[in-house]
């Protein structure tokens, strides 16, 4: 993950002026794929394929084209044009590259978990892994129609990579890890056309399985669980010795007592959702899921107003758990 691009902006400042006139100029800022058939809108996880022609107008604001010649010379025609537009995106030869050259990939923070004021970790940008993987896999859709799997191939991997960055970064937060689910999604897109075209070599299956075998989002969404958990009793510790270097932060003037009940009941819901995701992969993943969903409710449910006004500071800090779980494992 040290391409340039990778190591300038992955934790640096989202407002950053220059990073979203790098965004805009390489145009990475597209919201999302646009698939051929608009039935299916969720690309391989509905069938769809990406549509080369409306990808072209809408990405890159160039008016709509009408194609000649059979349906296959349609499609070749777009999938030209689209590659020619996306061609000037230098930034996206530099995971291509890399995907080949470097056998392992990890995001790596630059700086460990502050004592003080632990929350204000630098975080990942979502903003640019995402776009650099739209961009991957809308670079690597079109080879396909031109019958250049080689090419398809390096964006396909370096898509998969990228993906492996952030799903086994070591200390990731409970975002940046549902960041590599996100990412896998948009990866398995040039993987899935390859594989509905048996355009893959055996050699390249087995790099692909190589890839897919490294990675464990159940298991990274639990270490990222317990990086949370870290934090936010850090954060809790602090201020209830009213450390901090923003003393506007209400819950510095909590009382003592109810921060430790808050920071109980949050480790107490934390682990219940760390109990669930050690059945990963089980037949009593569901049940202990439901269960774990079931003691959470119950906790929140049961409790009166006095007892969530004391416990608060908790209660807020607790994450959604279902989604998470559900796109991990």
Not at 120 to 140: D, I, M, T
Request: include cysteine; proline fraction near 5%; charge should be neutral.
């Amino acid at each position: 993950m040290k391409t340039p691009v990778l190591e300038r902006w992955a934790f640096g400042r989202g407002d950053d002026p220059a990073f979203v006139q790098f965004l805009e100029r390489t145009h990475l800022t597209p919201k999302r794929f646009y698939i051929a058939d608009r039935k299916r809108p969720d690309g391989w996880m509905e069938f769809g394929w990406v549509d080369h022609a409306k990808m072209a107008e809408e990405w890159f604001g160039v008016p709509a084209q009408t194609y000649t010649g059979s349906e296959q010379e349609k499609l070749a025609s777009a999938a030209r044009r689209l590659l020619a537009l996306m061609e000037p995106l230098d930034v996206l030869d530099e995971p291509r590259r890399a995907a080949v050259a470097r056998p392992c990939s990890e995001l790596m923070r630059a700086a460990a978990i502050p004592q003080i004021e632990p929350l204000r970790v630098s975080a990942a940008r979502f903003q640019l892994a995402r776009g650099v993987a739209l961009g991957l896999a809308a670079h690597g859709s079109p080879f396909f129609a031109e019958g250049l799997h080689d090419e398809a191939y390096l964006d396909a991997l370096a898509g998969l990579k990228l993906t492996r960055g952030y799903v086994a970064m070591p200390d990731a937060s409970l975002v940046e890890s549902m960041i590599g689910v996100v990412l896998t999604k948009i990866a398995l897109q040039a993987v899935w056309e390859g594989c509905q075209l048996h355009a893959w070599s055996e050699a390249e299956l087995r790099q692909f399985e190589s890839e897919f075998s490294s990675m464990h989002p159940a298991a990274s969404l639990a270490a990222a669980m317990r990086t949370d958990r870290v934090s936010m009793v850090l954060t809790y510790r602090q201020a209830s010795l009213r450390v901090s270097n923003r003393p506007g932060l209400f819950w510095l003037y909590w009382p003592q007592g109810w921060l430790h009940e808050g920071t109980v009941l949050y480790c107490m819901c934390m682990q219940d959702g760390l109990d669930a995701l050690a059945k990963a992969g089980t037949e009593l993943f569901l049940q202990t899921k439901g269960e774990a969903l079931a003691r959470l409710d119950h906790r929140f449910s049961s409790l009166s107003p006095w007892e969530s006004l004391r416990l608060a500071v908790g209660i807020m800090a607790v994450p959604a758990f279902t989604k998470p779980s559900n796109q991990s494992v």
